[in-house]
């Protein structure tokens, strides 16, 4: 099965503001993508590119083999796409919207029953008009267009915005669906447990920046879980065992993280535990793990230009032309 989509160093500059810089990432055919990241980390800038609606400054891409920027108009009549905030006629009736969505596809509604019976959609609810809909139905209509006509890549961004509890939970079965049949999901969201919940595989954005892609599974064997331990006599002897950090010891009490395989740790604790914890592994610590990171080296980056900064100054350097456009240029920091 070809990928689904094969991004090569997109980028997208608006003057100095670097919206998107050199993203570089695959879609399998048949899975379901998780784009992850906080608001303004320029996940819906690529779905944008995808779909043609921007042009990128740099880079390419292919979306189902067809180039973005060439082939923009075909790869819109193949796909499903849910926007972010998505903007309805007020006017219509929810079933005249989705009745004029599915004629432009150009394809039958297969799918619409299906989807509008998971989400509690009903004929009479379809039948009133929008301007009465509350937030999540007009969410649900939403889901519903962009996969009434069976696309071969939907491409949904914050797709359970609005949605509920129960709502959530049975738009991730209509996601299991999808893929059952072979579909392929990419699907941004900055909403942890969603992703992890329904990816296959996700890639993490940051400030226009990939900054990691994995599978979910080991994202999460990837990072620490916390572990409690309460034991009889003495203290296990965890020295040298792998994947053990930040131990704590104390009163037949122990705490530590533990990274990878906890075979190794359990050996080391063998039969002295009396109560043993050992949390899952969440991507939502993978998450905030590699941002913690991420913040560190910026901070840390710009400790040592300060320093330089100041160095040069103690020196007694001239105030010439460059020192006093160094200095206007670090004070609009």
């Given amino acids: 099965m070809i990928n689904a989509i094969e991004v090569d160093g ?23 993508f998780g784009f992850l990241g906080p608001n303004g980390a320029g996940k819906s800038t690529l779905i944008r590119l995808l779909l043609g609606f921007l ?9 189902l083999g067809l180039d973005i920027v060439r082939n923009s108009v075909d790869i819109r009549r193949r796909i499903g796409y849910l926007p972010g905030g998505i903007a309805l006629d007020d006017g219509l009736t929810g079933r005249r919207h989705l009745d004029d969505l599915a004629a432009l596809s150009g394809r039958p509604p297969v799918r619409r029953a299906a989807v509008c019976e998971a ?3 009903s004929d009479r609810v ?15 209509l939403g889901i519903v267009q962009a996969l009434q006509h069976d696309p071969e890549l939907a491409i949904l961004d914050e797709p359970s915005e609005g949605l509920d509890p129960l709502m959530q939970r049975a738009f991730y079965t209509v996601l ?4 059952a049949a072979g579909r392929t999901v990419f699907l941004s969201s900055h909403v942890l447990s969603e992703v992890e919940r329904v990816c296959d595989r996700v890639a993490i954005v940051r400030a226009g920046r990939l900054v990691l892609t994995g599978d979910v599974a080991a994202l999460r064997a990837q ?31 122990l705490a530590c993280a533990l990274t990878g395989d906890p075979r190794a740790f359990l050996a080391a604790v063998g039969s002295r535990a009396t109560d043993l914890t050992i949390e899952p592994a969440r991507l939502e610590d993978a998450f905030l793990e590699l941002y913690a990171g991420e913040e560190a080296d910026e901070a840390g980056l710009a400790g040592a230009r300060h320093a330089a900064a100041s ?3 103690a020196g007694g350097a001239s105030p010439g032309p460059a020192a006093g456009s160094a200095d206007r240029g670090d004070g609009g920091r």
């Avoid at 608006?14 to 879609?27: I, M, Q, T, W």
């Avoid at 990128?56 to 979306?63: L, M």
């Avoid at 379809?126 to 649900?140: A, E, F, N, T, V």
């Avoid at 299991?176 to 893929?179: F, G, P």
């Fill in 223 to 253: 990072h620490r879980r916390r572990v409690e331990l309460r034991f009889d006599g003495p203290a296990p002897d965890l020295a040298g065992v792998e994947g053990v950090s930040d131990l704590r010891i104390q009163d037949g009490f």
């Fill in 119 to 121: 989400l509690e959609l």
């Fill in 126 to 140: 379809l039948g009133r008009r929008i301007r009465d809909y509350s937030r999540g139905m007009r969410q649900k």
């Fill in 10 to 32: 997109l980028a997208k500059h608006y003057g100095p503001v670097r919206a998107l810089d050199g993203v570089s990432l695959e879609v399998r055919g048949g899975e379901i």
């Fill in 176 to 179: 299991d669906d999808v893929r």
């Fill in 55 to 63: 042009h990128p400054t740099a880079g390419g891409a292919t979306v």
């Fill in 311 to 313: 160095d040069e100054g």
